[in-house]
């Protein structure tokens, strides 16, 4: 047993060791949200506005602005996971493992619309799954993903063998190469992919489709910050302009995609946590939401 005076040594210790961590964890008057991975990369754009229409909606005091240099997702993600104070705020794909580095504001951000892959491939080639029934008929193709994305044990899980990238550009590069056949890529990011690379195209016939969300994410400390994302998140769903913003971001590439009349290609997502709120149906895209866009 310890002696008083030891006892008081051990938690004055204590209180410093936390005074530390709290320190550690405390928010700066601007929030960092990550850029994304290199200049022409749109992909955080949406999820950026939509944090400030939430910070807003919530009636917050906080600022959100872009850190000053490009990042990969893994090493914001890790980054957000140690406090360090160089991002605050990420939005990914949601994983178990994900779930447990970080704190989940469990609202997606883009309706799931993250899980709806269409096949970016060669323009040569966009006619050549015109035949394809499942995921096994493209086993003869050579696919890639980035290599800390969930995507790669999602493909994996469903028995397709994809090659792991550490670049986000060089996975065009490789299917610009012939490396490989094709990229399965969400609806909200193929075409503006599409667009900057003038070799490839989008696939005609197919839509891979497996249940996942991509939420904002902070430091597992920072709970009065989630609590104002979802209190905005919730305010933004209810009067609407969360939809607005939804739909002036993707409105055009739900039309050009026209998933209604594509196969469906349904995939298991082994890495969906149970958490999830499959439940609340007005937080998903539905293949009836394709009436609401403008």
Known sequence: MLQPGARLIAAIVAGLMASV??????????????????????????????????????????????????????????????????VHVVATMTSI????QLLPIRIPISKGLIGWRLLLVRQADRELYRNVRALADLAPHKVAQGHDWPDLAILRANGADPTPVSSYNGLFSMLKAGRIDYLPRSVQEIWP???????????????????????????????????????????????????????????????????????????????????????????WFQLDDLKRVP
């Not at 959100?64 to 240099?69: K, R, S």
């Not at 493992?97 to 447990?100: D, K, L, P």
């Not at 993707?250 to 469906?264: P, T, Y």
Request: aromatic share 6%.
């Open 21 to 86: 961590l709290t320190a550690s964890c405390a928010l700066a008057d601007v929030l960092l949200f990550p850029r994304p991975e290199s200049l022409d990369d749109e992909r955080g754009d949406y999820a950026f506005q939509l944090l400030q229409l939430a910070l807003v909606k919530a009636g917050s005091a906080e600022q959100v602005a872009m850190t000053p240099h490009y990042m990969q997702q893994n090493r914001s993600i890790i980054e957000v996971a140690n406090a360090t104070g160089k």
């Open 97 to 100: 493992e994900r779930e447990q």
């Open 193 to 283: 992919e599409a667009a900057r690379h003038s070799e490839l195209a989008v696939e005609s016939h197919l839509v891979l489709r497996y249940p996942t969300a991509d939420y904002f994410f902070v430091h597992r400390a920072h709970t009065r910050l989630a609590q104002q994302i979802r209190q905005g998140l919730e305010t933004a769903m209810a009067d609407g302009s969360m939809d607005q913003l939804f739909y002036r971001h993707f409105g055009a590439r739900l039309r050009q995609a026209a998933l209604d009349k594509r196969r469906v290609i349904e995939l298991v997502n082994p890495l969906l946590p149970p958490e999830t709120p499959l439940a609340r149906k007005e937080l």
